[in-house]
């Protein structure tokens, strides 16, 4: 069995990944990250445990103390019917008061980007990972991509030896 992988055992056994916006790293370097909730319907839950989330255009804003999650699209729930939720309405974030102070201070000042990473249930309870972020220069994004394919020679050097 030399050849097989271990597995990593999941950080939290109560915590299930739903989306990861994996273009955001690419796109923007994070600074700081947060977890917070998220104000949802019922259909929009049901939707979620199918895995019917699309991050791609969604970012964060903040509003009259409260911060928002805009351009989150959630499929429509199949059997919800008449009572179903529109895809892609502005969704409320759970945060506390002085969490919205800091990242809005944070993100005014220096013209920094809220962006939703990862979308998980946690305990049951729907959770957005939101990161604080600056946008890549190109040459930024070209120098991570170099250093990712010479780690990637070197592991394979070093599996061959």
């Given at each position: 069995?030399?050849g097989?992988?271990?597995r990593?055992?999941?950080?939290d056994?109560?915590?299930?990944?739903?989306?990861?916006?994996?273009?955001?790293?690419?796109?923007?370097?994070?600074?700081?990250?947060?977890?917070?909730?998220i104000?949802?319907?019922?259909?929009?839950?049901k939707?979620?445990?199918q895995?019917?989330?699309?991050?791609e255009?969604?970012y964060?804003?903040?509003?009259?103390?409260?911060?928002?999650l805009v351009?989150?699209?959630?499929?429509?729930?199949s059997f919800?019917?008449?009572?179903n939720?529109?895809?892609?309405?502005?969704?409320k974030?759970?945060?506390?008061r002085r969490?919205?102070?800091?990242?809005?201070?944070?993100?005014?000042?220096?013209?920094?980007?809220?962006?939703?990473?990862?979308v998980?249930?946690?305990?049951?309870?729907?959770?957005?990972?939101?990161?604080?972020?600056?946008?890549k220069?190109?040459?930024?994004?070209?120098?991570a991509?170099?250093?990712?394919d010479?780690?990637?020679?070197?592991?394979?050097?070093m599996?061959?030896?």
């Amino acid at each position: 069995m030399a050849g097989k992988k271990q597995r990593k055992p999941p950080a939290d056994k109560n915590e299930r990944t739903i989306a990861q916006n994996r273009k955001a790293r690419h796109n923007y370097v994070v600074l700081d990250t947060l977890e917070c909730g998220i104000v949802l319907v019922g259909s929009e839950v049901k939707s979620l445990r199918q895995g019917k989330l699309s991050l791609e255009e969604a970012y964060g804003r903040v509003d009259r103390d409260e911060v928002w999650l805009v351009g989150c699209d959630i499929a429509e729930y199949s059997f919800a019917h008449a009572l179903n939720h529109m895809p892609r309405r502005r969704r409320k974030l759970l945060l506390h008061r002085r969490e919205i102070k800091k990242f809005a201070a944070q993100a005014f000042e220096k013209s920094l980007t809220l962006v939703p990473l990862k979308v998980y249930f946690k305990k049951g309870r729907a959770k957005v990972l939101l990161g604080l972020c600056r946008g890549k220069q190109l040459h930024d994004k070209r120098e991570a991509m170099k250093k990712r394919d010479t780690q990637r020679e070197i592991n394979r050097a070093m599996r061959r030896r």
